[in-house]
C-alpha cells in the first residue's frame, strides 16, 4: 500500500464489507455485465459449434454440438473478475467440466492453450483449469449464453482475471512448455490471479 | 515537420508514480482533459491507457483506467481525456476536486493491441463514438505529426454539437455525425452511424479501429466487416456496461 494520499478523495462507491471482502484488490462493484473483446464479435452458428481438445494428448477428440450436450453439465455459481477493475458477484453459468472433458484425452504436457474462433488465444496451465477450476460453458443466469459473451460457447475459468475464459471457444491445445496467448502478447500477465493483482507484464 | 520516431516495442509498463497535473482543459460540458506531468514518463503507443489510483486517507483505494489523448512525442507527460460517469466515483473526482498543481498516482502505459504503430496497411479508418474518439484522437495526433501522408480518417458520433471533444483540431479528416440533435444547418450525417456512412468512410480502407460504448461497437464492427474489412484488421475496445 502506498503512503500517498489524494487531496479531498474520500470515495464514493464503497460497498460493505461483507461484499468488499469478495472484491479482489483494485477491482470495483459492477451490476451490468461489461464486454469486452478485441475485434468485431463472430457470428457463429451454435449447431455448427464443436469442441475439441488436441496437441499434447495421448488421443485427440472432438465433440460435436450435439455430443457436447449430451456431457454432465453443472450449474456453476460464481464471481467474475475482469482486469478493467469490475467484478460481478453472485453470477452463475452453467457447463461441462474441463475435468470430464480432459479425461477423455489423457493429456500429456502441463499447458494448455484455450483457443477461439476468430483467432482468440489464452494460455493457462492445467492445474488452473482442472479439479473443478474451468468448464466450457453453454448458459448464462439460465439462458443461452449471448453471443457477445461468447455464445455459443466460451471458458470460465473464475479464479482467474476474466479474460482466461476465452469466448466463442473452439478448443484446447495442450502443451509441453507454456506459451502467451493474445492478450499475454500485448502487455497482460502471464496467470492472471486477481487476488495477487496480476494484471500486466511484470506484476 | 517532426521527425519521425520508430514504432516503440512492447516493453513492461513503468511502476505507480505520483503525476502532477499541469493544465486541465474544459472540452464540453461532461469532458476535461488533464495534462499529467510524469517524474518517470516513457513513450507510450498512441491507444493506450493509464492506469489512475485514489487513495482515501482511511487507505481506500479506487482504480480506473483511462486512455492517453495525446501523442507521445508530447515528452514529459500524458493528457487524458475524462468524462464524467454520474455514478463513477474516479471521473467525478476529477471534475469536482482535482485542480493544477494537485498530485495524482499514475501507472502506465499498458497494452499494445488497440494501438497504431504507423506499420498497419493503410488507408486507416477511426470510428469513435462520444469519449471514445480519446484514444484516436492520440492515433490522429501522432499520424498529423509522424505519418501526414499516410491515409487516416475518422468517423465521430456525437449526441448533439455540445458534445464534441477536440472541437477545434478536427480537419478534413474527419466526418462527424450527429446522433440526437445535429446544429442549426448541417447538411452532413445526422443520426446514428449506419452502413452508407461507414461504407463511405471506409471506402478502400485496410485497418480499423472502433471505440465506444458496448452498442456503438457492435454496431461500428459490423458495419466495417460488411464495408469489407477483414475481421482480423478491425481492433475495437469497449466501455460500459450492456445492461444484460
Known sequence: ?203 | MERLIPPVAPRAPGRWQVATVAAIKVETPTVRSYRLELPMWMPHLPGQHYDVRLTAPDGYVAQRSYSIASSPLNAGGIELTIDCLLDGEVSPYFHEVVEEGDRVEVRGPFASYFVWRGDEPPPVVLVGGGSGVVPLMAMLRHQRRTAPETDMRLVYSVRTAADVIYADELGEETVLTYSREPPAGWTGHAGRIDAELIAGAAAGAMTAYVCGSHGFVETAGSLLVDAGLRPEWVRTERFGPTGS
Not at chain 1, 31 to 48: Q, Y
Not at chain 1, 163 to 169: D, I, L, N, Q
Not at chain 1, 185 to 195: E, L, M, T, V
Open chain 1, 1 to 203: 500500500m502506498s503512503s500517498f494520499f489524494s487531496r479531498g478523495f474520500s470515495g464514493r462507491r464503497r460497498v460493505p464489507s461483507e461484499l468488499a471482502e469478495r472484491l479482489p484488490p483494485g477491482q470495483y462493484f459492477e451490476d451490468g455485465f461489461p464486454v469486452l473483446t478485441a475485434g468485431p464479435t463472430p457470428r457463429i452458428d451454435a449447431a455448427e459449434w464443436g469442441f475439441r481438445i488436441d496437441g499434447m494428448v495421448a488421443e485427440g477428440r472432438e465433440w460435436t454440438a450435439a455430443e457436447f450436450r449430451a456431457l454432465p453439465f453443472e450449474t456453476v455459481p460464481c464471481d467474475i473478475h475482469c482486469v478493467t477493475k469490475w467484478s460481478k458477484l453472485d453470477t452463475s453459468f452453467r457447463g461441462v467440466s474441463l475435468d470430464v472433458l480432459l479425461a477423455d484425452v489423457e493429456p500429456l504436457g502441463a499447458y494448455a492453450m484455450a483457443y477461439s474462433y476468430g483467432g482468440y488465444t489464452t494460455n493457462l496451465p492445467l492445474e488452473d483449469i482442472t479439479d473443478g477450476k474451468a468448464w466450457v460453458v453453454t448458459e448464462h443466469e439460465g439462458e443461452p449464453l449471448p453471443r457477445e459473451h461468447g455464445g455459443p460457447a466460451r471458458m470460465l475459468v473464475p479464479h482467474l482475471y476474466f479474460w482466461k475464459s476465452a469466448k466463442w471457444v473452439a478448443g484446447l491445445r495442450i502443451m509441453d512448455d507454456d506459451e502467451p496467448g493474445f492478450w499475454e502478447q500485448n502487455g497482460y500477465h502471464n496467470r492472471g490471479d486477481p487476488w495477487k493483482e496480476e494484471r500486466y507484464w511484470n506484476d
